[in-house]
């Protein structure tokens, strides 16, 4: 495919998206009966630094041409996360459909979704900065590491170069730094660096006749391993209230207070 | 599966006369993904964009409603009754229905939306000529022009057949010169164009497409409204109005015909606005009744608290059932169309205004559904509800309007009355038979009923009963009074509300019952609530109503016989609505929302 607007012959981009169907952010949440996990009888929704991370992948598309593929594993109903996103303007989605992708390690998936992939090269694979269910931001980072590229954490910016990319990173305390780096590259991105885009009517009918591949658990079981990851035990926190009564003189009574707040609430 | 719809041409009106085949009926159930897409972009652009410039829009800041329209457009939102090559996205009425409902949230942007996708752009859409359409309506559905519709004058709303606005051939043949005013204009303020109903040579009634900027032509100030102030509403001034004959849409003298089909989807569009509504408010109330405390608890622990929060979710899902059916009914009917046959539009129209009946009964419940919820909303809020800083206030004020526009609820009671009435007479519809056939059997008198252990067999012995008693009211209304029912209003108005009962109890029940199919006893628990729920109070109406004509139409041993046949028809085990109130409310709460 040629850019539509550039010197260069080779399209740079050609970025896969890992996508991940995450309980609805004000879905109340039930324990299934096991306790170990929450009950499937809720509205599902887009993680939502993915949904950034598919905006940016579009933004780049546009700026530069290429193409856009996004990735999920889940069970049937997180197909939905995919039709969104060809909606909003992806050329193809790879579902790793199986029940057994919910609560599987972010090692297994990585290695799910590199085996998945093994036909397609990639120059770029953004994924969310972290998932909203279980939140260990691991994926992306071991999926470069499966991969053999490059990686970056907590993208703000995405900036093309001649020897590659330049990115802007979020560290602690307002800082950022920006690496240069090579491709291919894994990128894991920050919530809130575009603005999201709404799927047009148009989008929405297009997405149906966009090319969507299943793969089976069979198809890359010989890549994934044991389940590295298992959940004891879910529990919602027990609000417990304690009234306890300072006594003494005046003084004595500021002093314990104060000490209360220092080192047991540790608001001072 | 056993529960896909399956379509069937139904004909408009036929709930009244034969048992509903559920299947037969769309539900919301039946959404597809591509629809579940659609609202959620406008579930998001509500959020997003509509939402945080509400107060904006309430100063009538027209500058940003227009903004709104414009982005919409490009999502394609308002154009899905423009067909393709006019720049439309053009699907079904289901689609059309699910953003009207999910945009329509708060009253001010709901009703400059509606106006400008629904009753400003249709008129073109099915009456324009190929020209007409390539000028305006590219320009209407990219957003670019905002549209206006221009029926009622000062004096005459309900009656606007009658208007004074007078058009009269330019000696040169090339204008219309239109003289008069329009009043009550939505979007007046900022529309580009307006479709303007005149009268050819003070008689024959006649539409005309009136571009803003045409010599002659101004609008006059914004009236100062009850509610929905961040919609414009004011008059036209048509004064000698120049306006190119090829700006003449339809037919002289036949203006009646687009005026009424485009009610027809104004009302059933109007029906889903009133459902966005309804979620808000219910969203509200929800969130209040559980913060708010009182006798160290929330009052949403109370019970009294509780029902109204029921009742409101009953409400939506009435709604949502009788929109999405009749829709449903629309979207199989318009599916046999050849879309591109010359007559195709004509076909598009008719096959609409057989459910005219359908939409009248939409209208009307869903606006007296979400004026009960908007007050009941003021009533969790107490004192917080009377006062404008917060949600309950405006929403009430904002509410009112459905009752009013769109032809007043009074004239849609007759208009479902009538419509009934008149295609009995032409025999298009089998009523006359069916209340004949009632009668022997009710004369034949009382029989076992058949064993139907199957569930929610009592409820539809309730539906079949109302079903009954409305053919037998109508029956006996119309031997009394003949011809001359049109003019007993009292009586037309009880039979409307009877049959309106009838078709929401009858789409509750179907509803449940395919939820039953698919899902289950436990998922469709929530549903058989709802429905056992709406039905306890519905049924009341029916019973009600039925009395009051009775004892106007009949007397002694007729008045007899006919109260001993209802209260056979009402010889049901009472429902405990109690129960079904206190686990639908019990359901909500913790959804935070109305979901089913
Ligand atoms: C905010 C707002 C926006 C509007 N937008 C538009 C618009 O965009 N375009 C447009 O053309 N119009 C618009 N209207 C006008 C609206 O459609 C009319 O006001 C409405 O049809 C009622 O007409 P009316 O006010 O003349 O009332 P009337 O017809 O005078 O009715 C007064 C009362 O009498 C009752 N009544 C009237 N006739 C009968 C009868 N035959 N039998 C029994 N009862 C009867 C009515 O139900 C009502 O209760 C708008 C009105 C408002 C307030």
């Known amino acids: 495919m040629l850019r539509p607007n550039g010197p260069v012959a080779r399209c740079w981009v050609k970025i896969l998206v890992c996508m991940k169907q995450v309980p609805q952010k004000d879905a109340p949440l039930k324990l299934n009966e096991g306790g170990t996990w929450i009950r499937e009888d809720v509205s599902y929704e887009v993680n939502e630094p993915d949904a950034y991370a598919l905006e940016e992948a579009l933004r780049q598309k546009e700026k530069h041409g290429g193409e856009v593929v996004v990735i999920t594993a889940g069970p049937a109903r997180a197909q939905q996360v995919l039709r969104e996103a060809l909606a909003k303007g992806a050329d193809r989605a790879i579902h790793l459909e199986d029940d057994r992708f919910v609560g599987l390690d972010a090692f297994n998936v990585a290695r799910a979704f590199a085996a998945a992939i093994k036909e397609d090269a990639f120059d770029l694979i953004f994924t969310g900065l972290q998932s909203d269910d279980y939140g260990y931001a691991q994926t992306g980072v071991l999926l470069a590491e499966l991969m053999g590229w490059p990686h970056a954490t907590i993208i703000m910016q995405i900036e093309k170069k001649d020897s590659g990319i330049r990115v802007k990173r979020e560290l602690e305390a307002g800082f950022f730094q920006f690496v240069e780096m090579p491709l291919p590259a894994v990128l894991t991105i920050q919530s809130g660096i575009n603005k999201l885009r709404y799927a047009t009517l148009i989008g929405i009918k297009q997405a149906k006749n966009k090319p969507m591949r299943k793969v089976s658990w069979d198809d890359v079981s010989g890549a994934v391993g044991e389940n590295l990851q298992k959940v004891e035990k879910l529990y919602v926190p027990q609000k417990t209230k304690k009234t306890e009564y300072l006594e003494g003189s005046p003084a004595e009574v500021a002093k314990k207070l104060v000490d209360k707040l220092r080192n047991e609430v540790r608001v001072l | ?596």
Request: glycine residues 8%.
């Open chain 2, 1 to 596: 599966m056993a529960s896909t719809t399956s379509k069937r041409k139904i004909a408009g009106g036929s709930f009244l006369i034969e048992e509903t085949n559920p299947r037969e009926v769309f539900t919301p159930e039946d959404f597809t993904e591509e629809h579940l897409q659609i609202a959620k972009t406008a579930e998001e652009f509500y959020v997003n964009e509509i939402l945080p410039n509400a107060d904006k829009i309430e100063q009538k800041d027209f500058s940003v409603t227009r903004g709104l329209l414009k982005k919409l457009a490009e999502l394609g939102l308002t154009s899905v009754d423009v067909p393709e090559q006019y720049g439309g996205t053009d699907m079904d009425k289901v689609t059309s229905s699910i953003i009207a409902e999910n945009i329509s949230r708060s009253g001010s942007f709901s009703v400059s939306f509606g106006a400008h996708v629904g009753i400003g752009t249709l008129p073109i859409v099915w009456f324009g000529t190929e020209e007409q359409k390539q000028k305006y309506l590219t320009k209407i559905a990219s957003g670019e022009w905002i549209s206006a519709y221009a029926l009622s004058e000062s004096s005459s709303g309900s009656d606007a057949l009658n208007c004074r606005a007078k058009a009269v051939l330019s000696p040169d043949g090339k204008h219309y010169i239109l003289n008069g005013e329009k009043m009550w204009i939505t979007n007046a303020g900022f529309a580009d164009v307006f479709i303007v109903f005149a009268k050819v040579d003070g008689e024959k009634f006649s539409a005309f497409i009136v571009e803003r900027n045409s010599p002659g032509f101004a609008v006059g100030a914004e009236e100062h409204k009850l509610g929905i102030r961040g919609s414009s509403t004011a008059p036209l001034i048509l004064n000698d109005c120049k306006v190119p004959v090829e700006n003449l849409l339809g037919d002289i003298g036949k203006g009646h015909i687009i005026a009424f089909n485009i009610l027809n989807v104004g009302r059933f569009k109007l029906g889903a606005a009133c459902i966005g509504g309804a979620h808000e408010s219910l969203k509200h109330s929800i969130q209040w009744a559980k913060d708010r405390k009182a006798f160290g608890k929330t009052i949403a622990d109370f019970g009294l608290i509780r029902e109204k929060i029921a009742q409101m979710a009953v409400g939506i899902y009435a709604g949502e059932s009788l929109v999405y059916r009749t829709v449903g009914m629309m979207d199989a009917a318009l599916s046999e169309i050849d879309k591109s046959a010359p007559d195709a539009t004509r076909e598009i129209r008719k096959a609409i205004e057989e459910y005219a009946v359908e939409c009248s009964i939409i209208k009307v419940w869903a606006s007296e559904m979400l004026d009960g919820i908007v007050d009941e909303t003021v009533q969790i809020y107490g004192s917080y509800g009377y006062v404008e800083e917060y949600p309950a206030e405006r929403a009430y004020r904002d509410s009112r309007i459905n009752r009013i526009f769109e032809g007043t609820n009074e004239i849609n009671r007759l208009i479902i009355t009538g419509w009934l009435m008149k295609r009995a007479m032409s025999g298009q519809l089998a009523l006359l038979p069916a209340i004949k056939r009632l009668m022997d059997e009710v004369m034949s008198g009382p029989s076992m009923p058949e064993e139907d252990d199957r569930p929610l067999a009592a409820e539809r012995a309730i539906v079949a009963s109302a079903r009954k008693l409305s053919l037998l009211i109508a029956g006996a209304a119309s031997q009394k009074y003949m011809q001359a029912l049109v003019d007993k209003q009292e009586v037309m108005g009880a039979i409307a509300d009877m049959v309106i009962e009838t078709y929401a109890m009858d789409t509750c029940v179907a509803r449940a019952e395919r939820l039953l199919a698919a899902k289950g006893e436990a998922g469709a628990s929530l549903a058989v609530a709802m429905t056992r729920a709406y039905l306890s109070g519905s049924m009341a109406i029916v019973e009600r109503m039925a009395k009051k004509v009775m004892a106007d139409v009949a007397e002694g041993d007729m008045l007899r016989t006919q109260m001993s046949i209802l209260r056979r028809l009402t010889k049901y085990e009472p429902i405990n609505v109690i129960a079904a109130q206190e686990q639908i409310a019990a359901k909500v709460l913790e959804q935070g929302k109305y979901i089913l």
